[in-house]
């Protein structure tokens, strides 16, 4: 078996073991018990139910008290739960951002991690912070088909070993505020480099050969995600921060934790669409229109690749991004509240394996709160640019498309264009627009001086070069305006000066401009002018200087990468934000 998704007959129940919310157990919060207050501190112990037994409403735990000794000895357990409740916030954000059903928190007793010396050591560079240290974070979301464990039981089949179903290159770019899933088709044709096996041996590269066989190298259970990382690394030329890896059962139980995830199909799949091994149709797994499905029907859903569309991956890859962008939104709008959190946590650190970046919870709360500001709408998912080889069923990555995407996130720039890195960008965002000039002078002189009194302008300083707004101040007020210095502006990377201005003093906005030659002038929702100096300013007053497009100062950081070459149809008409409607585009 290729360890295709929907492939096989595994059907019934979910797996045993699989987290759910029914009885006392569900979200790992003691239910309420009778008794009154007192009762309840001593259940959230664990220390005895009603008439103070014990936890199976027998005799009182050893060292159980009533009255004021267990109400004081209540307290500390409390802030335990609160700190859990913390965790597994932080890991929900991450959940959000990521939209792979592969980026949740775990507890410190759940986290598995790989081998750091599986990673290769030849690698592309590490991004570049900015001056603020922000840096753009790339994580490798895979789904594992592997059949250990309870996993045969949702998954079918009986073969062997791991292979990745599902593979996504989660671009997180500098302003975590945008993001973009790369999906990447498990049978594309691409070069394996060597890999380290589980007895400690290294493979022989495999210049051309399917791109999910990486995660077979050594034929595992638990996969070979390091040799799946060295490949994305080797295939894009993109240094991979972090890899995880979720199955079958931590997928199922997760969706189960939300309350299920809406999806849409076209047309209704019958059984024998889940298992073409069946001789008959059979009953329907999946009725057509929109739905809600958990456990093994969204195992089901994702799975999907016969009986619809024209039966490939690629049509499978496009509904599992709806499946993940509507689960993003549907934990979103849940609020990250303990009914939610806890079973979710705790449902998926059980059945996924990180790298050792990630291998502790407070690394994965760091992770997870640096993505709070990411919103559904600027999570984009898009697919390896391809195309169907004529010689097998496999698939071509195609070439220059696919290289134009990696330079694009290379340069922090999002799909549609916008500078993400933070910085402002030192090019006109219209071709057609003339490229600002920098200004040699600020003489008062450049403005008539009529009326300008009546003028109020606040000036702000857009970069980190000090005490600029206050030389931009004196420079208004030598011209007459009412001018006021108004400290750092909310970002620190205008590359040209900007002056924002409201209602009915476009006019007056003008003859600010007069005095910063090269600036750009635009509306604002402010009532008055703004004047947020750029480091063209602070390059004719005495600052950093604007260095030239390619030119280097030694000692410096490393430049920016140059702006890339626009990218295709192929890329660009195929994108899916999170917030989608799930309906669209799922044949």
């Known amino acids: 078996m290729s360890g295709q998704w929907g492939e096989g007959p595994g059907r019934g129940e979910d797996a045993p073991g699989a987290l759910t919310t029914e009885g006392t157990g569900g979200a790992g919060v003691p239910q309420p018990r009778a008794g009154g207050r007192a009762e309840a501190r001593r259940a959230a112990q664990g220390r005895g139910g009603p008439g103070r037994g014990g936890p199976d409403g027998g005799e009182p735990a050893a060292g159980a008290a009533g009255g004021r000794a267990a109400a004081r000895n209540s307290r500390k357990p409390k802030r335990n739960v609160k700190k859990i409740v913390a965790w597994s916030a932080a890991g929900v954000l991450v959940l959000i951002a990521g939209a792979g059903g592969a980026i949740y928190l775990k507890l410190n007793g759940n986290i598995k991690s790989f081998d750091a010396d599986a990673i290769a050591t030849d690698r592309p560079p590490e991004a570049q912070a900015d001056a603020d240290g922000n840096k753009p974070v790339n994580v490798l979301l895979i789904g594992s088909d592997s059949r250990g464990k309870n996993n045969s039981d949702l998954g079918g089949g009986e073969d062997g070993g791991a292979r990745s179903d599902t593979t996504i290159l989660l671009h997180v770019y500098a302003d975590h505020k945008h993001a973009v899933g790369i999906s990447i088709p498990r049978n594309a044709m691409v070069a394996i480099p060597s890999c380290k096996l589980p007895n400690g041996k290294w493979s022989k590269a495999d210049p051309n050969n399917l791109f999910n066989a990486a995660f077979s190298k050594g034929e595992t259970d638990d996969g070979n995600p390091a040799c799946t990382q060295n490949t994305v690394e080797k295939l894009t030329g993109i240094r991979v ?91 979103k709008s ?244 999170a917030d989608e409607d799930v309906c669209e585009d799922v044949s």
Request: charged residues 20%; aromatic residues 4%; contains cysteine.
């Open 241 to 331: 921060d972090h890899t995880i890896v979720v199955d079958f059962q931590g997928f199922s139980a997760m969706t189960k934790a939300v309350n299920g995830v809406d999806v849409c199909l076209p047309k209704p799949i019958y059984e024998g669409d889940i298992n073409p091994n069946l001789t008959k149709k059979g009953n329907v797994v999946l009725p057509q229109g929109k739905q809600k499905v958990e456990g093994q029907q969204a195992l089901d859903f994702v799975r999907l690749r016969h009986g619809i569309g024209d039966n490939s991956d690629i049509g499978r890859m496009k509904r599992q991004q709806a499946f993940l962008g509507s689960l993003a939104t549907k934990i």
């Open 334 to 577: 849940q609020g990250l509240n303990p009914t939610t959190l806890l079973p979710l946590a705790d449902a998926a650190t059980k059945s996924m394996t990180v790298d050792p970046g990630l291998d502790s919870v407070e690394k994965l709360m760091s992770f997870a709160l640096s993505l709070k500001s990411i919103d559904m709408h600027d999570l984009k998912f898009v697919t390896l640019p391809w195309r169907f080889r004529t010689q097998d069923k496999n698939i071509d990555i195609v070439q220059p498309d696919a290289n134009k995407l990696w330079d694009t996130l290379k340069a922090d720039r999002t799909i549609d264009g916008q500078n993400a890195t933070g910085e402002q960008s030192a090019t006109p965002a219209s071709p057609e627009a003339p490229a600002p000039a920098v200004p040699t002078t600020t003489t008062p002189a450049a403005a008539s001086d009529t009326g300008n009194a009546a003028i109020k302008v606040g000036v702000y300083n857009g970069t980190t070069t000090s005490a600029l707004d206050g030389k931009a101040t004196e420079a208004l007020k030598a011209a007459k305006f009412n001018a006021t210095k108004m400290g750092p502006a909310a970002s620190t990377k205008y590359a040209t000066t900007m002056i924002e201005y409201g209602s009915g003093q476009k006019a007056n906005a003008e003859k600010v401009a007069a005095l910063f030659p090269g600036a750009s002038v635009k509306a604002g929702s402010s009532a008055g002018i703004l004047v947020i100096v750029g480091k063209d300013f602070a390059a004719a007053n005495g600052g950093a200087a604007v260095p030239a497009a390619g030119a280097t100062t030694p000692g410096a950081p490393a430049a920016a990468p140059t702006e890339p070459a626009p990218l295709p149809s192929s890329v660009t008409g195929a994108t899916r934000s």
